[in-house]
């Protein structure tokens, strides 16, 4: 079992960055696949980023290719998602989940953990 906790969300001016963290319990987050979801109110939860058990592969979303980066420390169990000039259709709440398989997916139902999410909210 896989816990996921979040933090780093918060209010930001259309333009600003924000860094988000999620940091994982258990001694097996080295060889899972990660990923970055994010749900605006009254829409489906969509894919955002994704990065392989050894980082060696990323993958995004085309709405955030170029502003976002995702990135992992496998020594500190913590993944993060960079986020540079935020735009208001950036807000909503953003979830990390990990994938047992290793490699890095967009496919939201492959995801077998999820944490409680962070709130992103860009104002214009």
């Known amino acids: 079992q896989v816990q996921l906790v979040e933090s780093g969300g918060g209010l930001v001016q259309a333009g600003g960055s924000l860094r988000l963290s999620c940091v994982a319990s258990?001694?097996?987050?080295?060889?899972?696949?990660m990923g970055w979801f994010r749900q605006a109110p009254g829409k489906e939860r969509e894919f955002v980023a994704a990065i392989s058990w050894s980082g060696g592969s990323t993958y995004y979303a085309d709405s955030v290719k170029g502003r976002f980066t995702i990135s992992r420390d496998n020594a500190k169990n913590t993944l993060y998602l960079q986020m540079n000039s935020l735009k208001p259709e950036d807000t909503a709440v953003y979830y990390c989940?990990?994938?047992?398989?290793?490699?890095?997916?967009?496919?939201?139902?492959?995801?077998?953990?999820w944490g409680q999410g962070t709130q992103v909210t860009v104002s214009s």
């Open positions: 258990g001694r097996t987050f080295s060889s899972y696949a």
């Open positions: 989940a990990a994938d047992r398989r290793g490699f890095a997916t967009m496919t939201l139902s492959l995801y077998d953990y």
